[in-house]
């Protein structure tokens, strides 16, 4: 299996286009980037983490995934808060990252118990 053929990769890959797209006029280029770059991270690290050797090395970049989804949830909010993002797309935005985070859990789950399994 390749990174490509995950759902959760497929679905980050989605939301962080649809992020940069969304947001490619706000002019808070400072807001903008870490937004960006939070949404970009949880794909990037799942295709990191799959194209690594070992089980263990897989998990620490899921867990990355992961912990990015909360960082992009947490702009999101304030994004929102502020006016910078509107409710719906927001809300829209929250419950995408709020169920990948959910999916990267599972994945983790079942990696670790490879390298509990193995010891990699």
């Excluded at 995408?96 to 990267?104: D, P, T, V, W």
């Amino acid at each position: 299996m390749q990174f490509e053929d995950l759902d959760v990769w497929k679905r980050s890959a989605r939301l962080s286009a649809d992020i940069y797209r969304t947001m490619s006029k706000l002019r808070d280029f400072g807001f903008r980037d870490q937004l960006t770059r939070s949404g970009l991270s949880v794909p990037s690290n799942i295709a990191e983490g799959f194209e690594r050797e070992s089980h263990r090395e897989a998990v620490k970049f899921l867990l990355y995934a992961k912990g990015s989804c909360g960082e992009l949830r947490t702009q999101i909010y304030i994004g929102i808060d502020i006016g910078y993002i509107e409710q719906e797309i927001g809300r829209s935005w929250l419950n995408e990252a709020k169920e990948l985070s959910s999916m990267l859990a599972g994945l983790i789950k079942t990696r670790r118990k490879y390298v509990n399994d193995s010891g990699r």
